[in-house]
Each structure stands twice: as C-alpha cells, then as structure tokens.
C-alpha cells in the first residue's frame, strides 16, 4: 500500500494532468505498491478537493460492468467514480473537445433516485423501489493516463476515467420497461457506429447500482434521493473528435444526443 503523501502528490498530479491537458505515465509503472483500496483513496482526495473549491457530488457512475472489460482488467467486480455538477455536459452545447485529452463516449441507461439506497445491505429490490426513472444517457469519459494505458488502479484514481454525462428528456418509470431488453443504437454523424443491449452491464443494470451502493458504503458514501447513477455502458467507447455529433436511440426510453466542437 502507499504511504498517505504518495496518495495525496498521486491525486495531486491526476488533478494537474486534467486542469493543463497533459496525460501522465501508467500509475502502476511508477508505484509497484498501489492496490484498489489506494486508488479510491486517491479519487477521494480529488473529489473532496473539488468540494472544498465548492463542487457538488450528484450522482456515481460505474465502470468496467461488463463481463468483456472485467476479462481484459483481471478482475472480478466493476469499479465507480463520482459525477459532479459541473461535469454535466448538454445536448444543446457543443462540448469544446480541447478543454479533454482523448475523449469518448459510452451509451448507458441512467438511473434516477428517488429515495435513498441502503449501503452495506443493498439489494436490487431496493434499488428498484427507490429509483423514480429511467433516462437516456450518453457518458463523456476521459483518461489523465497516456494513451488510455490504463490498468485497474490507473482508471480508479482518475475518477472511473470520468468526465462528463448528458441526460436525455425522456424519463419511463421501471414498471413500465424492462431493464434489461432496452436495445441502444448508437449513431456518429449519422453513421451506425455502435449497437448494444441493456443487459450487457452484468445482466442486468439494477445489479450494478445494488453493488454500487455496498461498495460506496465502505468509504462512507450513501447514494441519496436526486442522484444520477450511471451503471455502465451498453456498447463499446467511442472516441469523440471536434465536429463529431453524437445520437443515441434507446428503444422505449427515447434518445440523447452529444455533439463536440
């Protein structure tokens, strides 16, 4: 494990690689020693940093909920980062792609909370309760890390490789649609790039959101009534380039839209 100033000059340059652009080497390479529990120790710093600087936390987003990313990681379980207010990015302003390093977007089924989850105790059943909606959702995602090289604790300590998140209007209540048969079709520029189904995110996307709330417990988080849970992508990423206008149909939910400038 680190030591607390090897976490703390860690988060320190994943903060400085996003606010100047410029990516870092694999964390790994450089600290042999790091494990999971390092690396969220690490994401905390910089989340709690942006609070002090008067940052909001308004949702969770999980990441490597595919059985396919979890093989390619070595591992066994999904990871999560936080969404924060001023992540939110809109289908009516273009995102300006320089203000990123090498950003991509990711098809999900957005979740909205109503009530709040339990933690350690979480199961899909509450999770179905207290969840008001279903939205469409397109996830920005960045990496500080350099070319994407990234191993299980770079993505963890850069925030989930998380970046931004855009909600469509629709909203279905979940006794109205079946999570997991929600088919997504994902075009660039008018161009079919990517087709996915719901339950590509552990079978079925509640089971993600129950995880999150157990694991997020352990680090003292609650998911809360209001938040945005994002439990993973239904297709694989997509490299987003200046120009490039994004569309995501999602059947029975509607669709969201992303373009970049």
Not at 112 to 136: F, H, K, N, S
Request: charged content about 25%; proline content about 4%; glycine content about 10%.
């Amino acid at each position: 494990m680190l030591t607390t100033g090897m976490r703390t000059e860690l988060a320190a340059e994943l903060a400085r690689a996003e606010l100047d652009r410029v990516a870092v080497s694999p964390i790994a390479d450089r600290y042999p020693g790091i494990d999971v529990v390092d690396a969220y120790e690490v994401q905390l710093l910089n989340i709690r940093r942006r609070l002090d600087d008067g940052g909001k936390v308004v949702g969770h987003k999980v990441g490597l909920s595919s059985k396919a990313m979890q093989q390619m990681m070595g591992v066994d379980e999904p990871d999560y980062g936080h969404l924060l207010a001023d992540m939110e990015v809109f289908e009516d302003v273009p995102v300006d792609t320089s203000k990123f390093l090498l950003p991509r977007v990711e098809v999900e089924v957005g979740f909205i909370l109503g009530a709040d989850l339990p933690g350690e105790d979480c199961t899909e059943a509450d999770v179905l309760a207290a969840t008001v909606a279903y939205a469409p959702s397109i996830e920005l995602i960045d990496s500080r890390i350099t070319d994407w090289k990234i191993g299980l604790t770079d993505t963890i300590s850069d925030n989930a490789s998380s970046a931004g998140w855009v909600l469509g209007t629709a909203r279905v209540a979940p006794a109205d649609i079946d999570i997991t048969a929600i088919d997504a079709v994902l075009t660039r520029n008018g161009e079919v790039i990517a087709e996915g189904r719901s339950d590509a995110v552990l079978g079925d996307p509640v089971i993600a959101v129950a995880w999150l709330a157990r694991k997020v417990a352990g680090f003292g988080v609650r998911l809360k009534a209001g938040d945005i849970v994002l439990p993973g992508s239904c297709t694989r990423a997509i490299d987003a380039r200046p120009g490039d206008a994004f569309h995501a149909e999602f059947s029975g939910l509607g669709s969201v839209r992303l373009n970049f400038a």
